[in-house]
């Protein structure tokens, strides 16, 4: 089993910048891709960024070039490192990953408020 602990949610104003945590424990060697999904209110889930084991990236359209996705595979971590933060930026975001054992399994965090607002 994986479980998930996020942290580094807040309130900044806009054009600040954040940074968020996840935390992976349990069975770690198994952990293929790792990322982020954020949830507005009204609003559907959507992909954030994900990395692969090899480092391998990628980024929802509203994202890029402004927020950067890292993992240490040695502690069994990945961070959001967020930019030029926007008020539509503002939602719960998720940590997420995939562990295999049998066959790919999803595992998810508890969710980490980020509020963009003057």
């Known amino acids: 089993q994986v479980q998930l602990v996020e942290s580094g949610g807040g309130l900044v104003q806009p054009g600040g910048s954040l940074r968020l945590s996840c935390a992976a424990s349990g069975s770690t060697s198994s952990i293929t891709r790792m990322g982020w999904y954020r949830q507005a209110p009204g609003k559907e889930r959507e992909l954030v960024a994900s990395?692969?084991?090899?480092?391998?990236?990628e980024y929802g359209a509203s994202v890029k070039d402004r927020f950067t996705i890292s993992r240490d595979n040695a502690k069994n971590t990945v961070s959001l490192q967020m930019n030029s933060l926007k008020p539509e930026d503002t939602a719960v975001y998720y940590c997420?990953?995939?562990?295999?054992?049998?066959?790919?399994?999803?595992?998810w965090g508890q969710g980490t408020q980020v509020t963009v607002s003057s």
């Open positions: 997420h990953l995939l562990y295999r054992t049998y066959t790919l399994v999803s595992a």
């Open positions: 990395i692969s084991s090899g480092g391998s990236t």
